[in-house]
């Protein structure tokens, strides 16, 4: 069985994650072949695809939502994640236990709910308008006023298929989004059976080469060593003599293959895709990515690997990006960062008046 080396696995994921370079590829074929991008916030998935496709603009991604191609919805890890349309439909139902499981986090909170009857009155309620949460939660008290408000919210977020609702915004969503029912929205109806092989497939395809257990993390499904075993996949060993799966003929590049400077933002799931994630960043660095409160922050790659945080302000029409390296910048390094790093920031402060780049501590 061959060995991939560390950096072999590095450069597939990248490959496979458009970081290598940036894909001349529609914003629709994009999200597909990354199996959706999470979307805690609105604006990730834009600042995601802006170092991933040639030539994006968030106009591009906006047209892609208006058109219903690509929807803002609870899909993997019972997580928002921006997905193509086609790939809601197919993979919702694989994902429902895992949503309907998530409920177990209620504890106490889900004392005198009956999932069965809040999951049709918050489908009647939305067949009507679209409603942001808190509306949802306020009318569905109104008929429950004995069960917590927030266990009747996120019954209905785990439980009913939803999109969210997008409005005339840059980044498509207000914070308070309106949701509104998946099925309606997309005129067709989900796929009725659970499809685990499929997604173990696609998921190989974005993040491969990678373990049961890094499928599990991504996804949030339990259980997936029979899936792979029932599936014609290539298989390797890596430095620690670890199997790795993969599809057949996915892009695995050369190990020396150049990795250029690139920005990701917060939560993207290339530093939440595997169980063990040193391919991407160092143990030694997690702490000051992942924080106590469950954020993942900004970061940048050099030579494939997260080498700092990054965030940004506008203060009185200046907009500023602060890099927080890791360790020592290589003059290289340091120019790719602040030529990757000054388009960022006017992608993402188109009208700002000055542009400056910092370095913190």
Known sequence: MTTLSARAVNRATLARQLLLERA??????????????????AKHPFVGLWGRVEGFTDEQLTAAVEKREVVRATLFRGTLHLVAAADYLRFRSTMGPILEGGLKMLGERAEGLDVGKVVAAAKKLLAKEPLTFTEVRDALQKQFPEVNDRALG???????????????TRWGWPANARFTPAEEWLKHKLHPTAVPDELVLRYLAAFGPATPADFQTWSGLPKAKPVFDGLELEQFKDDNGKTLYDVPDAPRPDP?????????????????????????????????????NLRIKS??????????????????????????????????????????????LRFLEPDAKTYELVTGS
């Open 24 to 41: 001349d590829v529609g914003v629709v074929g994009a999200v597909e072949r990354l199996v959706g991008m999470q979307g805690q916030e």
């Open 154 to 168: 996120f019954c209905t977020r785990m439980m009913v298929p939803l999109v969210m609702y997008p409005t005339d």
């Open 256 to 292: 020396d293959t150049p990795a250029p400077v690139r920005f990701l933002p917060e939560f993207d799931n290339l530093l939440l895709a595997h169980a063990k994630r040193e391919r991407i960043i160092a143990d030694e660095h997690r702490p000051a990515v992942f924080t106590k």
């Open 299 to 344: 970061t940048y790659t050099v030579d494939g690997h997260v080498a700092g945080l990054w965030t940004t302000e506008r203060k009185r029409g200046v907009a500023t990006l602060t890099l927080t390296p890791f360790g020592r910048t290589t003059k290289k390094a340091a120019s790719e960062l602040e030529r990757e790093g000054s388009a960022l």
